[in-house]
């Protein structure tokens, strides 16, 4: 849903009052994962030395490689089930399975700053000393039509909430 137009959010939330938004798997190629991975590969070079050695190096060695097997499988897992995803439906805004923000929790939401690639919607709480939702293009290609899109849900959900 992420890479639609908001017409097609929209068919969605008016047919099942909800809209996914998966992880977008192109986006597990932005930075950091671009600039940690060059050092990375470096860094793996080294690891048939350190098991040479025989000394300290060699716990150092193996810690790394349980280290690069657990980034490696976590990736992998996220990629193909392209979890944690944004769900908005009629309770709230979902994050993954353990970020709730119900529509009366909403107090704002900010424009979307950051530079093209790493562009973020924070969406601030009723309680200031909540933590805010942050929306970041893993979810949604276009965060200042998300941002639209939401606004008006947000719009049409206080106007039920007050004519209630």
Known sequence: ?????PEAWM??????????FP???????????VLILPMALLSMNGIPDMLDDGGGWRFFAYLLIAMYAGVVVGITCQLVTQRPALVVDHRGLHLG????????GIGSISPV????????????????????????QQHVNDLHAFRTWLDDLLTEHRQTSHSN
């Not at 992880?23 to 994962?33: E, G």
């Open 23 to 33: 992880l977008r798997r192109w986006s597990m190629l932005q930075p950091p994962v």
């Open 11 to 20: 068919v969605e939330w008016h047919r099942n009052r909800r809209v996914e």
């Open 97 to 104: 399975r353990r970020r709730f923000l119900p529509w009366d």
């Open 113 to 136: 700053t950051g530079p093209k690639p790493t562009r973020r919607l924070e969406i601030f709480q009723t309680n200031v000393w909540a933590k805010n939702l942050t929306v970041t």
């Open 1 to 5: 849903m992420g890479e639609r137009l």
